[in-house]
């Protein structure tokens, strides 16, 4: 059974339950090769999800200014104009649509 104790080591130590059967208390070249291969990996793409995780944070934060922005826009016209519909394409402005 293999096993990684703790959560955001760097260099994590790798337990491992011996076959009864095995002959050497080692592992071979390769199959270390192999397995730090694949903790490299593994850290690798933790990174890459960090990263990603911040610029979503950054990005999230970039829309809720942009919004609050054309929430004060639409304020100041509607200030201007009163409620009327905005043709976003020519600026034209029209009565709303009237509800019955």
């Given at each position: 059974m ?21 002959k ?17 990996q593994?850290?690798s ?51 709303p649509?009237?509800?019955?």
């Amino acid at each position: 059974m293999l096993g990684v104790p703790g959560k955001k080591q760097r260099n994590p130590a790798i337990t491992i339950k011996l076959n009864k059967m095995a002959k050497e208390a080692k592992l071979s070249t390769e199959e270390l090769e192999a397995l730090k291969n694949t903790i490299n990996q593994l850290n690798s793409v933790q990174t890459q999800i960090g990263g990603i995780e911040l610029q979503k944070h950054e990005l999230l934060h970039a829309f809720a200014q942009m919004k609050t922005k054309l929430e004060e826009q639409q304020k100041e016209l509607q200030t201007k104009y009163g409620d009327k519909v905005i043709d976003i394409n020519t600026g034209e402005l029209r009565e709303p649509a009237k509800e019955d």
